[in-house]
């Protein structure tokens, strides 16, 4: 929406018009990607030590091949951006890796969005539940609205074995593998700057015909 606004000045010489525009419509800018910075793991499940896939870290910042795997049965929860915890919107990507992509290691993951200490604000995203082979092929996971929180929950031994022996000659250890997640980060509001500005400027602009 754009407003106009004719501030006019009668003097004595004649007729002082000032125009100011100001377009109040948020300018539109690519959302910036932001990728996982912090993590709490909700519930923990066993895993491997192998490569440090132990370590919660190897799944922050962009894909590097490095890591952490979930555990088996585990709900570990991710926020992103800096500082931590920023609002984003979809679509999301979750890198898994797998040694050479190797399709007979199975492994799974439910995602899930919500806004931190928020329960009931939670969502399923799709595709659910996302087999590491589909990730191989299409990172992508899809989901309505703004949310601070990807929560991953690990659904290999739901789907693929009853228990971690059962899935050991598979080559699996501990569960989905995270390299990185990465979301689009919600734009601060360009317009109201603008707004701020332009107001000033119209009270200088008032100031001055009371004085006039």
């Known amino acids: 929406m754009g407003l106009v606004i004719n501030i006019l000045s009668k003097t004595g010489v004649g007729v002082l018009a000032i125009t100011a525009a100001l377009t109040l419509t948020p300018i539109k800018a690519d959302a910036a990607t932001i990728h996982a910075t912090s993590a709490d793991i909700i519930v923990d499940g066993p895993r491997g030590t192998a490569n440090n896939r132990d370590e919660i870290s190897n799944a922050f910042g962009a894909a590097d091949g490095a890591f952490f795997e979930l555990g088996y049965n585990a709900v570990v929860e991710f926020q992103f951006g800096t500082p ?23 492994e799974a993951v439910r ?18 539940p996302f087999k590491n082979t589909e990730t191989f092929a299409n990172p ?73």
Do not use: C, H, M, Y
């Open 140 to 212: 992508v996971f899809t989901f309505d609205g703004i949310f601070d929180t990807v929560r991953l929950t690990d659904l290999t031994l739901a789907l693929f074995g009853g228990n971690p022996s059962n899935l050991s000659t598979q080559g699996a250890t501990g569960g989905f593998d995270v390299d990185a997640i990465s979301v689009s980060a919600v734009p601060l509001p360009a317009a109201g700057f603008l707004l701020v500005g332009a107001l000033g400027g119209l009270a200088a602009l008032r100031r001055r015909k009371r004085a006039s």
């Open 111 to 128: 995602i899930e969005v919500g806004i931190k200490g928020d329960e009931s604000s939670f969502v399923t995203a799709q595709p659910n």
């Open 84 to 106: 931590t915890g920023q609002r984003f919107f979809g679509p999301g990507s979750l890198i898994e890796i797998t040694l050479n992509n190797d399709p007979s290691w199975k």
